[in-house]
Each structure stands twice: as C-alpha cells, then as structure tokens.
C-alpha cells in the first residue's frame, strides 16, 4: 500500500488518510439527496424518473469515478453527480419551458459529453491545456474556488441571505445580499461550528475541519432535542438541524441502467435545428465539465505539492481521464454529468496527499447507498463551517499573485470575483481567460502568450455567443 499510494513520499499514513477520506465523504454526502431532489422534478416523476433510482445512481456515479481516481491517478480527489449540472440537467435540458429533452434523451446528451471528455483526455489536449495555463491565473482560480465554495456555505446555512422589494416579488435588480438572522437556531449552529473549527484549526489540532463536523454536530443533535422539548421546533428547523436517525439500514432501490439509449431512438434527427440544439447541449456540458474539473485539479494539485517547478500539474492525465470516465458512468445509470469535487480540499486540509483518500471516501459512499437514514445527521449548517473555512485557507493564493502586473492581475481579479457572482467555477475562468489574451496584447506582451490560450479565448468567446443567442 505504501508503494502503490507513495505514502512515505507524499507524507502520509493509513490514519491520516483514513481521516481524510471521512471528511472528504461528510463534505460532499450532501449530494446524495441534493441531487436527486434537483433531478426529480415534476415534469421528470412524472415521465418515469423517481427520486430513488438517482439516489442510487448518484452513489454509483460517486464511486466509481472516485475509485478510479484514486487507483489510477493517486489523487485525493473524489467525485460526484455535479451541482449546476443537475440543475442544468432539471430546469434546461429537461424542464418544459427549455429544451423539453426527455430525461432519456438528457442522459444521452450526458453520455455523449463524457465520451468527447473522455476522447480530450486520451489525446492528451485536456493535460497541455491545463499545462499552459499562467501560474498566477492558477493562483486565480485557486483563490477564486476559494470565495465560491465559502460563498456556497454561506449561503446554504443562511449566514448570508437576500433580500427582495416589499412586495416580495424577486426581479434581477431587486436582490441585495445581506446578513441572515443569527437568532435563528440553523444559522447560529452554522456560527458555532465555524468558531469551533477555527479555535481547533489555529490550536494545530489534527484533523481540525473533520473535528467541527462532528462537534457541529454533536452540538445540533442536543440543540433539536431541547426545541423539541420545548415545543419550538418549526418544519423549517427539523429540516435543517441534525437529528438522531429513526432507522440505520435501507435497501437502496434499482438505478434506471441504460435508460439512456431509449433517449436516442425518440429525438428527431432529421430535423437541423433539433440537431443543432442536441450539439449545443452537449458542448455547454462538456464545456462545464471540462473547466469545472481544471479548476478543481489545479486548486487541489497546489495544495497537494502536486505542481512542478515549470507550473504544470503533474499525473493529471490519469484524473482526467477518471473524471471523464465517471460521466460516461453516471449518464449509463442515470444520473447528471460527474465531475471532480471542490470539497475534496476538506479532506487535503486534514492531511490527505494520496489516492487512498479517494479510495477510503468511495468506499464510504458506498456503505451510504444501505446506511442512508445516518446521513440524516449531516444536513447544511453541519457542512458549512467547513466548506468556508476552507475557502479561507484557499484565499491564500491571493499573495501568490503578481499583482503589479496588470496585465496577468487585471483576468486574474475577473477569475476571482466572477466565481462566486456568477455562481460557476467554469464562467470564472472563462471570463478570466477571455481577458488575458486582450491584457498581453495591450502591453505589447504577446509573444508571451502560449497559442492554446489563444484558442481558448476563442472558444470561449464562441459559448458566451452561442448561450446568448440561443
């Protein structure tokens, strides 16, 4: 195990590893009900899909690809049916007032996209692109996921919420972000596990961030029994707040295995405009997935010593091709576009460095697919302190920048303020990418500029036109 993982080389051990891989599982296991609540919407129910099977699913699509990203690249980066893409998949693809796709026809679309991923990646163009990316705007992205993933905990445990007009009705100049009410129990539990993670974090507590999970936790079970007691506890706090589970086993119920090729056989393909809007689905999934992933590698490569002294991330070949594989996975028993997990990082920060964080996490997805009421405990204030406090350790990146150099400092600030405002990692780095080239050329600095950045610009510039007009 120590040569296969190189868990001396890496500084590491079982333990730590163990550890790590537990608390990669408790930031993510958010997702195993999260995305069937997006994938199952009414229009969806109603034609055949059901809430369990992409349970189901989701669980399968998670180990797999997090097992061969562990096996294949010794990464610690585990992966899962993406957030975004299930709403793409639900209120885009899918939903009546979009695209209209069967969900049959949606999992094709899906499968095709981690075909042409998979392809990328085995021709190697997916490895030099992240390659040729400047250091600092992987710095950029870096601290850029950093303020997203702390916004997403943020906002998810109410710590930040938005106000709208009197009337209450949301219009796109009518919401202003602001600060939750922090007498409410949820967000005052959120509060709490955050302090008690910082306290442990800067008293160089091992396994910190692991620790506030479980405190966080420990603290909302006690809290809920005392409202209950009480008679103050509301619908909204028994969804919110961790409770004991009521049962420990359920037998997961069957995925919809190979629905997918149904969707082909119902598509009208002798029409050119249907055509055209299958081909523009299908290159906005792999366009997500492709740069979602980067973001993701590049972010956890550096905080793993993963980089090399040219800037390069070095095995990425094998994690791309194991993201890659995993779509193709989740689309075959049906579930939305996988993708390499941010809170990954949860796990690097208590000491993961290897493919045996992936490999102890799959397997924990694995034991939740029969043991799913004991995620009950893990609801959104519990995993919030978490992901924001690792959102402000990833904020150090921030002085790595060369920031007096405007020219790199000008698509780097884009990179990190489009991140959490546009709420996609992939729009992050498109609009900072757009911009690069633009800031070389200005400053007479074009030679500098590696050609596949060129090309980049232009296909990015391409998706913002085809999004806008279609």
């Known amino acids: ?60 699509a998670a180990i797999v690809g997090t097992l061969i990203m562990g096996l294949m690249a010794n990464y610690p980066v585990a992966l899962a049916p993406g ?25 094709a679309s899906i ?46 445990s109410g710590i930040i919420t938005f106000l709208t007009n009197t009337q209450g009705v949301t219009t796109p100049d009518s919401v202003v972000p602001m600060m939750g009410d922090l007498s409410n129990p949820l967000i005052l539990l959120a509060v709490i596990g955050l302090i008690i993670t910082v306290i442990l974090y800067v008293l160089k507590v091992p396994a910190a961030v692991f620790l506030g999970i479980v405190a966080t936790s420990v603290i909302g079970i006690i809290w809920r029994a005392i409202l209950k007691g009480n008679g103050a506890l509301t619908d909204v706090l028994a969804f919110g707040l ?3 589970p009521t049962s420990v086993a359920q037998l997961p119920e069957a995925p919809k295995f190979g629905a997918f090729l149904s969707g082909f056989g119902d598509y009208n393909w002798g029409d050119l405009s249907s055509i055209f809007t299958f081909a523009v689905v299908v290159f906005s999934l792999v366009f997500i997935d492709f740069f979602d992933t980067a973001g993701t590698l590049v972010t956890v490569g550096s905080r793993c010593g993963m980089i090399n002294e ?53 397997i924990f997805f694995f034991i939740a697919m029969f043991f799913s009421p004991i995620l009950s405990v893990v609801t959104a204030p519990v995993t919030a302190p978490a992901l924001i406090f690792v959102g402000v350790l990833m904020a150090s990146q921030l002085g790595k920048i060369n ?20 709420y996609s990692i992939a729009t992050g780095i498109a609009v900072g990418f757009l911009f690069y080239p ?4 200005a400053s007479k600095r074009h030679k500098e500029v590696d050609k596949i950045m060129y090309i980049l610009s232009a296909v990015f510039l391409l998706y913002f036109v085809v999004i806008s007009i279609w």
């Open 1 to 60: 195990m120590n040569n296969f993982f190189k868990l001396q080389e890496r500084k590491t051990n079982v333990k730590t590893e163990f550890i790590a891989g537990l608390t990669t599982f408790l930031a993510m296991a958010y997702i195993l009900f999260v995305n069937p609540n997006q994938l199952a919407t009414e229009w969806n129910v109603a034609n055949g899909l059901s809430w369990g099977s992409v349970f189901t699913a989701t669980a399968i």
């Open 83 to 107: 957030m975004g893409m299930n709403s793409f998949f639900a209120f885009t693809i899918t939903a009546p007032f979009a695209y209209a796709f069967s969900w049959q026809l949606g999992f």
């Open 111 to 156: 499968f095709i996209s981690g075909v042409v991923c998979v392809l990328i990646a085995l021709s190697g163009i997916r490895e030099k692109i992240i390659n040729a990316i400047p250091q600092d705007l992987k710095y950029a992205v870096g601290a850029g996921i950093g303020l997203f993933i702390a916004y997403v905990g943020l906002k998810n």
């Open 242 to 244: 961790p409770k004991l």
């Open 310 to 362: 040219k800037g390069e991330l070095e095995g990425s070949g094998g994690a791309l091709i194991a993201d890659s594989t995993a779509t193709v996975v989740g689309a075959v028993v049906g579930t939305s576009s996988t993708t390499s997990y941010i809170e990954s990082l949860a796990g690097v920060e208590v000491g993961g460095r290897t493919g045996l964080t992936a490999v102890f996490t799959a």
């Open 403 to 422: 920031w007096g150099n405007l020219a790199v400092a000008i698509p780097a600030f884009f990179i990190i303020i489009s991140m959490p405002l546009t």
């Open 438 to 441: 633009i800031t070389m050329i």
